[in-house]
């Protein structure tokens, strides 16, 4: 912990929790990448199902929604990244705090798992009218972490340590 205190007693750090506005405004800018993020994947996820746009082919709407979702991701790590450091003694021992960054881990290894097998091929799929299960596969986990993770995102607020009696 004397670690994680460090980290939150720099000037930066105490700068954005002290700050009347800079805190609320990094969240709303955070939770507002986040909706046009999770859109955006939300969408393409919808589309490789076929629920979605289907008068689109994937690969149009995989490329179209990229810089989109890039842009949201971004912000969206650098928003809670400075939310995260400037209160981690509150964070760190959040049980739901943990289960977000594990699902956040688990987000980058189905990037990493499906990119290649998926979302490079989905102009292939679109030619050939077929979507294989390891695509409607990689779609509905994206889908089920990216809700696991914004629901563990909202519960952190309603978490209480337990106390000392």
């Not at 996820?45 to 890039?70: E, S, T």
């Not at 990244?81 to 289960?99: E, G, Q, R, V």
């Not at 960054?101 to 102009?123: D, E, G, W």
Request: aromatic share 12%.
């Amino acid at each position: 912990m004397s670690f994680l205190q460090s980290i939150q007693d720099t000037a930066f750090a105490t700068s954005i929790r002290e700050s009347t506005l800079l805190y609320p405004i990094l969240l709303s800018t955070h939770l507002t990448a986040l909706g046009l993020f999770g859109a955006t994947v939300a969408l393409t996820d919808l589309r490789i199902l076929g629920f979605a746009m289907k008068n689109r082919p994937m690969a149009d709407v995989h490329n179209q929604f990229r810089p989109f979702k890039h842009f949201g991701l971004t912000i969206v790590v650098l928003c809670g990244a400075l939310l995260a450091t400037s209160k981690i003694n509150l964070y760190w021992p959040n049980p739901y705090f943990k289960m977000k960054m594990s699902l956040l881990l688990c987000v980058l290894i189905h990037a990493l798992v499906f990119r290649k097998s998926v979302y490079k091929n989905l102009a292939e799929f679109d030619r050939t009218g077929v979507v294989p299960g390891n695509a409607k596969a990689a779609a509905i986990i994206s889908m089920l972490l990216w809700i696991g993770l914004v629901t563990c995102g909202r519960w952190i607020g309603y978490w209480e340590a337990p106390t000392l009696e």
